[in-house]
């Protein structure tokens, strides 16, 4: 890792090894497989915010 944030790696592997086992697991209902990937989705987006924080200058496009 460019950043040496050993936390990233554990966090991206973590999420890699759920979404495999939800995948190939067909037991698990259905709700329980979506609040999983939604699941997913919100931890990898904090990581990302951890990362990048705000992107951006601040200026809304089409405002003043």
């Known amino acids: ?5 050993m936390d990233l790696l554990v966090g991206y592997l973590v999420a890699y090894v759920a ?3 939800v995948t190939f697991i067909p037991r698990l209902g259905f709700a329980v497989r979506a609040g ?5 989705l919100y931890v990898l987006g904090a990581i990302d915010f951890s990362v990048a924080g705000l992107g951006g200058d601040g200026v809304f496009p089409g405002g003043r």
Do not use: N
């Open 19 to 21: 979404l495999v086992v």
């Open 36 to 40: 999983i990937l939604i699941l997913l």
């Open 1 to 5: 890792l460019q950043t040496h944030r």
